[in-house]
């Protein structure tokens, strides 16, 4: 079984600031992770993805997140944001087998000016 | 288009009737999940289909939901007697094969979402 946990459900901060996003998960077997980002009234957008090789990965509009494996963790950061980063964050995993995704209970950015 | 597309976007029914929500997967994306939205939380996941092997049902909460999907094609994900708690936003994503046999990620549908009175 596989399990998300989102550590802070609102994140509020200011426009240029920078941010993080805690996400931990646990599993019994090697898995791999997701953050998703949801504008309102949307479905799903994949924002970066850790399936193998560098554990520092990179995603879409200046993101990037760190798997650490001793400390199950997949934090979400970004050096400074924008008004239009506001949004709801979605941390997932899914078993090698790349089946159904298990869900954070997501993490809503707020980018205040 | 070029993403996954479901239909309808809104729903709203009487509490006992029957509702079907529709989703048209990317072209060529051999995997279909359904998942479900309540207000404020994460998504849970309902059915998967991969191809034309049996669909994973686990997540599915009552009798009262069922899915289909024909192919590598459309699918409909049916809820018979709503209930008010079956109000949220219904989710599909499809995803494709990659090398080795595992599943690309997912790619999302906008929902539909569904208000049981």
């Known amino acids: 079984a596989q399990s998300v946990t989102q550590l802070d459900s609102q994140v509020p901060v200011f426009e240029e600031a920078p941010v993080e996003l805690r996400c931990n998960y646990s599993s019994s077997v090697s898995v791999y992770l997701f953050w998703y980002v949801q504008y309102p009234n949307q479905g799903l957008q994949l924002l970066l993805k850790?399936?193998?090789?560098?554990?520092l990965v990179k995603g879409i509009n200046g993101f990037e997140a760190e798997f650490n494996k001793s400390q199950t963790s997949f934090h979400l950061r970004k050096p400074s944001v924008h008004i239009s980063d506001t949004a709801e964050y979605f941390c997932a995993v899914s078993g090698f087998s790349g089946s159904r995704l298990t869900f954070g209970e997501g993490t809503q950015l707020t980018v205040n000016p | 288009g070029a993403g996954v597309s479901q239909s309808p976007s809104n729903k709203v029914t009487e509490k006992g009737k029957d509702v079907e929500l529709r989703c048209d997967p990317i072209?060529?994306?051999?995997?279909l999940y359904w998942y479900r939205q309540r207000l404020g939380q994460g998504l849970e996941f309902l059915i998967y289909?991969?191809?034309?092997?049996?669909?994973?049902k686990s997540g599915l909460p009552s009798d009262r939901f069922s899915a289909e999907r024909t192919g590598e094609s459309v699918s409909t994900l049916t809820i018979q007697r709503t209930q008010q708690e079956d109000s949220a936003v219904y989710l599909c994503?499809?995803?494709?094969?990659?090398?080795?046999?595992?599943?690309?990620?997912?790619?999302f549908g906008d929902g539909t979402r569904l208000s049981i009175l």
């Open positions: 289909f991969q191809g034309n092997s049996a669909p994973d």
């Open positions: 850790y399936l193998s090789g560098s554990t």
């Open positions: 994503a499809s995803s494709s094969r990659g090398r080795g046999g595992s599943n690309q990620p997912q790619h």
């Open positions: 072209s060529g994306h051999t995997a």
